[in-house]
């Protein structure tokens, strides 16, 4: 159990919806990362949250969003949903305390498929 | 543009012998490098990590090279076994803080 936890597990909406993933990050972890996983490729980044504010961003789509709250916990928004938008999102988080590099832990993704 | 490349999609190996995965990197301001083990419909493992101040990093089986002149990190396990195999990514980070890149992961087969 790598600490992060990933709300909801699996998901199944119609193209054009809106869907919202969440996640906690470990206890103390300021960092939140996103990354989405299309067919066994590999983990594309999309967004980077630290201790509220947005740190950096990838390749995301304007049609998704995402926010860190006060709590730490963050929420990726994806709206206008596409078939293409179908695939493995995971969120991730580190410590990234006092100027150390730390290394990230991942939850276990939400399966998003869109029909 | 692929920061971290893994030009080995997969690799096969006989359990108790050495495997080595390979990565390249191309933005030198990558300073901190990881490798993670992916089980399918799981969420990356974190395995072993190496900051660009050490060449080697040691843990148990797994181990960490890291060559800065030539921008190649790879990752050594000695010995296999069945339970290894995985899809193994390579990330690597530009600083404190910042976000991770990934390769595109190598499937790792341990034969028994």
């Known amino acids: 159990d790598s600490g992060v936890t990933q709300t909801p597990k699996h998901l199944i909406t119609a193209t054009g919806q809106r869907v919202t993933l969440r996640c906690s990050p470990r206890?103390?972890?300021?960092?939140v990362y996103w990354y989405q996983q299309s067919l066994d490729q590999g983990l594309q980044f999309l967004i980077q949250?630290?201790?509220?504010?947005?740190?950096a961003k990838g390749n995301i789509l304007e049609r998704f969003s995402a926010q860190q709250f006060p709590d730490l916990h963050s929420e990726l928004n994806l709206s206008s949903l596409e078939l293409g938008d179908s695939a493995l999102y995971f969120c991730?988080?580190?410590?990234?305390?006092?100027?150390?590099?730390?290394?990230?832990?991942f939850g276990q993704g939400t399966r998003l498929t869109v029909v | 543009d692929q920061q971290v490349k893994q030009n080995s999609p997969s690799l096969s190996v006989q359990e108790g012998r050495i495997s080595i995965l390979n990565c390249d990197y191309t933005?030198?301001?990558?300073?901190?490098f990881l490798w993670y083990k992916k089980y399918p419909a799981e969420g990356p493992t974190f395995l072993i990590s190496i900051s660009s101040i050490k060449d080697k990093n040691e843990d148990g089986r797994f181990t960490v090279f890291l060559n800065k002149s030539a921008k190649h990190l790879s990752l050594h396990i000695v010995p296999s076994q069945p339970g290894d195999s995985a899809v193994y990514f390579c990330?690597?980070?530009?600083?404190?803080?910042?976000?991770?890149?990934f390769g595109p992961g190598t499937r790792l087969s341990v034969l028994p």
């Open positions: 206890s103390g972890d300021l960092s």
């Open positions: 990330a690597a980070s530009a600083g404190y803080g910042q976000n991770f890149v």
């Open positions: 949250y630290y201790n509220g504010e947005e740190r």
């Open positions: 991730a988080s580190s410590a990234n305390r006092q100027g150390v590099n730390t290394e990230a832990f």
């Open positions: 933005n030198s301001m990558f300073d901190y």
